[in-house]
């Protein structure tokens, strides 16, 4: 078989580069740890003599895994991402080493540690060529004395047009779902109050809100609490009061798969101000959940991740990336 014809099989057409077009990719990238005991945090786990066995081999696996989707999405879309956040990365050394997989990349990272008791945090990184990062805040979630990745409110700029970006990681659903929603909750509450701080002072402001909410698109966290709507028509009946969740222009199963069912804890929603036309604006296709057949495995395609338990599949992540594009106008 025909290279060209066997590449046409996994991947699209090669599109090029858009000054013109912003993407962004959040992925929840499954423990990217490095092989090093931090005394500060739970992370034993993922040492070459912790449960995990956890090693340098490993590691290194991981990063080409990542590192090799992220280069396909630079060879579909023409360049690489212009943001990339990763969500439970250890550190900005070993966030730093993942960058290195990626040949000829102008970013630079923003990354903002946490007290996660694990010690995994968001990680940023922006090509410095294109978008200027005018400031970062970071709110903790007060949980009562136990410790959660905080909620990062990213400032940005590309050609002079100030962007926000809001990103999460809430509590995950320990034991049951029930058990653990009051913690969600509370995140849903800490990231409401920011984006009503940022509606207040700035006028139309354009806000990607985006991370992996540990509830889905119809639960009281995303529905009620940040008032996000898959449905755009009542979106835009008063999208000043809301925000557009962008499954709602999807028919993807979901970002991942957990005991049988099918999930969509990984998401992105929009604020009024990019559908004003002015600055950054949604396109008809700005959102997608990203995956290609390596990436898969099992009858139902669920993600090929790195663990299952304690044992090692050497996969990419539990979770598929969500890829989002806007224009600049």
């Known amino acids: 078989m025909a290279l060209g014809v066997l590449l046409s099989m996994f991947f699209p057409a090669i599109t090029c580069a858009n000054d013109n ?156 779902k029930a058990w653990s929603e009051p913690q969600r909750l509370l995140a849903a509450k800490t990231a409401k109050s920011i984006i009503d701080s940022l509606r207040s002072s700035v006028t139309n402001a354009d806000i990607i809100v985006m991370g992996d909410f540990n509830d889905e698109p119809h639960d009281t966290s995303i529905r009620k609490v940040l008032n996000a709507t898959t449905d755009k028509q009542a979106f835009l009946e008063s999208p000043e009061e809301k925000l557009f969740n962008c499954w709602g222009a999807l028919d993807n199963k979901g970002s991942c798969y957990f005991k049988g069912q099918w999930l969509k804890f990984d998401q992105i929603m ?35 991740a790195t663990y299952k338990g304690p044992k090692h599949l050497g996969g990419y992540s539990d979770h598929f990336p969500m890829l989002f594009e806007a224009e600049l106008q």
Request: aromatic share 10%; net charge positive; hydrophobic share 35%.
């Open 270 to 304: 929009a604020s009024a101000g990019l559908f004003d036309k002015k600055g950054l604006s949604i396109t008809d296709s700005a959102f997608s959940c990203f995956s290609i057949p390596h990436m898969q495995t099992g009858n139902k395609g669920r993600p090929y």
């Open 21 to 176: 077009t912003l993407t962004i990719l959040w992925w929840n990238v499954e423990n990217l740890f490095d092989t090093t005991d931090d005394p500060a945090t739970e992370d034993s786990e993922f040492t070459p003599e912790g449960k995990k066995r956890w090693t340098e081999k490993k590691l290194l696996l991981k990063c080409m895994r990542l590192s090799h989707i992220i280069k396909v999405v630079r060879l579909q879309k023409g360049a690489y991402p212009d943001i990339l956040v990763l969500g439970e990365v250890e550190n900005r050394q070993v966030f730093k080493r993942l960058l290195s997989f990626l040949p000829e990349n102008r970013y630079k990272t923003a990354y903002r540690a946490s007290n996660d008791h694990r010690g995994i945090d968001i990680a940023v990184a922006y090509d410095s060529t294109k978008i200027v990062l005018r400031r970062a805040l970071s709110r903790n979630v007060n949980l009562k004395g136990k410790n959660t990745r905080d909620i990062t409110l990213y400032s940005f700029s590309a050609k002079d047009s100030p962007f926000f970006l809001l990103v999460n990681h809430w509590p995950s659903r320990v034991l049951d």
